[in-house]
């Protein structure tokens, strides 16, 4: 323990000394570090002003698109309603004209029959060996019975 005490005593002011004399550089940190937040901050609320213009103005052009589109599917809508009433109109037409043309041809085809079954019975025969050899008269796909 003898060695222990011939050591020589530490001061007591000397680990204040360093101490003040970091005093001022930590001072001055601090300082620095308090302005490099505030400019931080204010970075900050300007990115957070900017985030929030940037959202308005999106939030602006997707309610002009919706608006639009909108818009354009309420004449969409009109524009097919009408070409579907054109379109009936069209097939209500061709019908008429089909139905009209059907019945013409019926007409023509019916006085053609007409004559033609007339012809047939009372055929233009000379001499009674043409009677014998006339064809049967066929309906419905059968040969009629004499």
Do not use: R
């Given at each position: 323990m003898a060695a222990s005490?011939?050591?020589p005593p530490l001061?007591?002011?000397a680990p204040l000394a360093p101490k003040k004399e970091n005093i001022t550089p930590v001072g001055s940190k601090i300082a620095e570090l308090n302005e490099s937040r505030q400019e931080?901050?204010?970075r900050i609320q300007g990115l957070k002003q900017d985030l929030q213009n940037w959202r308005s103005k999106l939030d602006t052009q997707v309610k002009i698109y919706r608006d639009e589109l909108t818009d354009l599917k309420k004449t969409l809508n009109v524009e097919v309603e009408q070409l579907r009433t054109e379109f009936q109109e069209l097939r209500t037409t061709l019908h008429q004209q089909q139905e009209d043309v059907t019945a013409s041809l019926r007409n023509l085809g019916l006085q053609d029959v007409s004559e033609g079954s007339k012809e047939?019975?009372?055929?233009?025969?000379?001499?009674?060996d043409a009677e014998v050899h006339a064809s049967p008269v066929k309906e419905n796909g059968k040969e009629a019975e004499n």
């Open positions: 005490d011939s050591s001061p007591v002011n931080l901050l204010s047939a019975e009372h055929p233009k025969v000379e001499g009674k």
